[in-house]
């Protein structure tokens, strides 16, 4: 199966995603990790990307996508996968379906904008050992305070509301327009996500063997 998630940035597509490789033994495909992988084996399209980041500049359509059908044209694919983070914008998901790429469904997992500046904003992290807590959810035994190491807890600037608020803004003007483009096709499926994560996980891989 050929699957693309979408998500608001702090909606758990990640997760989601995990759990849905696991249960379909298939890769999931995170840009990011393609692009990083890319520039470690000095594939061309890794080179080619490696010029724009060096110079400060985004990686552009059409080496993103170079990167993205060499990933997908290798052996654990061949049984399907999952992207998540791509495409993310109209003329991204146009040239995907230029390369010929059939999707199978596209799960929008859905969470209030609101529920997810508090849920990103609240994380706080351990510099030194990398644990991570929650002012609501998953509090440390002393406020501040590492309960693995001692170190005292920071918010991540990515963290930070302004940024969670810029990230948002970012994917409902350039992301969002996919769940028209998908719902058009015939392809798209809509998950409520819920207050528990195993509760967005059961109607995921309901939405996934529908």
Do not use: W
């Not at 692009?35 to 060096?54: F, N, V």
């Not at 351990?126 to 959810?137: I, K, L, N, R």
């Amino acid at each position: 199966m050929k699957l693309i998630l979408l998500g608001a940035p702090g909606a758990g597509k990640g997760t989601q995603a995990e759990v849905i490789s696991q249960h379909l033994n298939i890769p999931t495909i995170s840009t990011g990790n393609i692009i990083r992988e890319a520039l470690k084996s000095g594939t061309e399209m890794g080179m080619k990307a490696k010029e724009y980041m060096d110079s400060g500049k985004l990686v552009p359509d059409d080496v993103v996508i170079g990167i993205i059908k060499d990933r997908l044209a290798q052996d654990d694919c061949s049984n399907g996968f999952i992207l998540d983070g791509f495409p993310r914008t109209i003329p991204q998901a146009e040239a995907l379906d230029r390369m010929g790429i059939v999707i199978d469904k596209v799960i929008d997992i859905e969470v209030a904008d609101e529920t997810i500046a508090r849920r990103v904003s609240g994380r706080r992290v351990c510099p030194a050992c990398g644990a991570s807590y929650h002012v609501d959810y998953k509090r440390p035994a002393v406020e501040g305070v590492c309960d693995k190491c001692g170190d005292t807890l920071v918010q991540r600037k990515d963290d930070h509301p302004d940024t969670v608020r810029e990230r948002l803004h970012v994917y409902h003007e350039q992301t969002e327009p996919l769940k028209s483009y998908y719902a058009a096709q015939g392809k798209l499926t809509i998950v409520e996500g819920q207050e528990e994560v195993a509760d967005t996980t059961r109607l995921t891989l309901a939405a996934v063997e529908a």
